[in-house]
């Protein structure tokens, strides 16, 4: 699937450049090639400073929760279309770039706005639907280390701190040395 999409992004790019340069000519299609990436870059410098903003005031009106979660919800759906349009004007073509520079103007992300949040919506409840996501599960790790030895005598089962576990006692030795035949 991902042969079949990036087969079809170098076809569409490629004719569009074809059709540009027999149309405009080739220095013309250049030109507009370069002025479009650059004019996204510019977009992307500005809109990218203007998301990390919101996002610093969401962060910081999250104390007085004074309609923190409207405030919260368009920073992260705008930091999403923010970042797709990055990656899309990043991507060589002046169709991708063209897609990347109208996902970072805000009348355009105002209109996707509803439909990124309908599909995220969606996601969230099949991945909870399938048992997924986070249950709140608690994670235990231990330190520890891993020897290759043998246990002599009778083990006994030491007193632990609570909560710690069982403790073995016992003598570790090296395991025998096997004869090596050749």
């Not at 090639?33 to 999250?62: H, I, K, P, T």
């Not at 409840?125 to 280390?145: K, L, N």
């Amino acid at each position: 699937m991902i042969a079949l999409l990036f087969l079809a992004y170098v076809v569409v790019e490629i004719g569009v450049l074809a059709w540009l340069g027999s149309t405009l000519g080739i220095g013309a299609t250049i030109l507009l090639f370069l002025g479009v990436s650059v004019l996204g870059y510019l977009v992307l410098a500005a809109q990218g400073r203007r998301a990390l903003q919101n996002l610093g005031r969401v962060r910081s009106a999250g104390a007085d929760r004074a309609g923190f979660a409207g405030a919260a919800d368009r920073a992260l759906t705008d930091g999403a279309l923010i970042g797709v349009g990055a990656a899309l004007v990043l991507v060589p073509g002046p169709v991708t770039s063209a897609a990347g520079i109208l996902l970072l103007l805000p009348p355009t992300r105002a209109l996707l706005r509803p439909a990124v949040r309908a599909v995220a919506a969606r996601k969230v409840a099949a991945s909870v639907a399938r048992g997924g996501g986070f249950r709140g599960e608690r994670i235990v790790v231990v330190d520890g280390e891993v020897v290759e030895h043998t246990v002599v005598g009778t083990p006994r089962l030491g007193a632990a701190a609570p909560g710690a576990g069982t403790v073995l006692e016992g003598e570790i030795v090296d395991p025998p040395q096997r004869p090596h035949l050749p």
